[in-house]
Nanobody, 124 residues
Framework: QVQLVESGGGLVQAGGSLRLSCAASGLTISSYRMAWFRQAPGLEREFVAAINWSGGSTGYADSVKGRFTISRDNAKNTVSLQMSSLEPEDTAAYYC?????????????????WGQGTQVTVSS
């Protein structure tokens, strides 16, 4: 049974930092493109960041570029999202996702497995 379990969310003031982690079981993430998405109340789930199987290629939404960093540790089967200079607009539930397709891109439909999410709330 595949499980992706996110952790590290919480309440933080604007300008602060958080580090999210995603622990995978039932799959070996080295064979998957991994990504983070987020969803705020009343809005669609949106792409945040993605990383290829080796960690050599990453991509970011324009809204987080320069502030967020995605990384992976294939040996530990984990993916992380370091978030800095947080803004109230970053408030959302953050989801870890895995895709078998190396060209999954930013489309939620291309991701095969999802975690349950972790809440990030940024106060002004």
């Amino acid at each position: 049974q595949v499980q992706l379990v996110e952790s590290g969310g919480g309440l933080v003031q604007a300008g602060g930092s958080l580090r999210l982690s995603c622990a995978a079981s039932g799959l070996t993430i080295s064979s998957y493109r991994m990504a983070w998405f987020r969803q705020a109340p009343g809005l669609e789930r949106e792409f945040v960041a993605a990383i290829n199987w080796s960690g050599g290629s990453t991509g970011y939404a324009d809204s987080v570029k320069g502030r967020f960093t995605i990384s992976r540790d294939n040996a530990k089967n984990t993916v992380s999202l370091q978030m800095s200079s947080l803004e109230p607009e970053d408030t959302a539930a953050y989801y870890c996702a895995a895709s078998r397709s190396y060209s999954a891109g930013r489309d939620v439909r291309n991701y095969d497995y999802w975690g349950q999410g972790t809440q990030v709330t940024v106060s002004s």
